[in-house]
């Protein structure tokens, strides 16, 4: 019995090709190398799951930076003044 549910519980979680398919086509939608190409080009599920990643670490990439210069600003203003404030808000 406990064998069986766990085979369920397992088949649950797994993504349908369906899904696969449906998650492909949104992703491809929101990366910009992607999206810029011509309708006509196929790209495959791989590529665009591997742009996706990509994608994202740039943005990390991107946030980080913005944190940094962030914090520089902050340690070059007054720790009273509203710039002070309005910069620890974006920290947050």
């Known amino acids: 019995m406990s064998n069986r549910r766990s ?3 397992s088949n649950a979680s797994r993504i349908s090709d369906d899904q ?4 492909v ?19 495959s599920a791989s590529k ?4 996706t990643c990509n994608y994202i670490r ?3 990439r ?3 930076n913005l944190s940094d210069r962030l914090s520089q ?12 404030a309005v910069i620890r808000s974006l920290l947050m």
């Open 58 to 60: 740039k943005l990390h």
């Open 73 to 84: 600003l902050l340690d070059s203003v007054d720790e009273d003044s509203p710039e002070a």
């Open 7 to 9: 085979r369920q519980t």
């Open 25 to 43: 086509s949104k992703l491809r939608q929101f990366l910009p190398e992607i999206h810029e190409r011509r309708r006509s080009d196929k790209v």
């Open 62 to 64: 991107e946030v980080d």
């Open 48 to 51: 665009v799951l591997q742009e």
């Open 20 to 23: 696969m398919i449906d998650l």
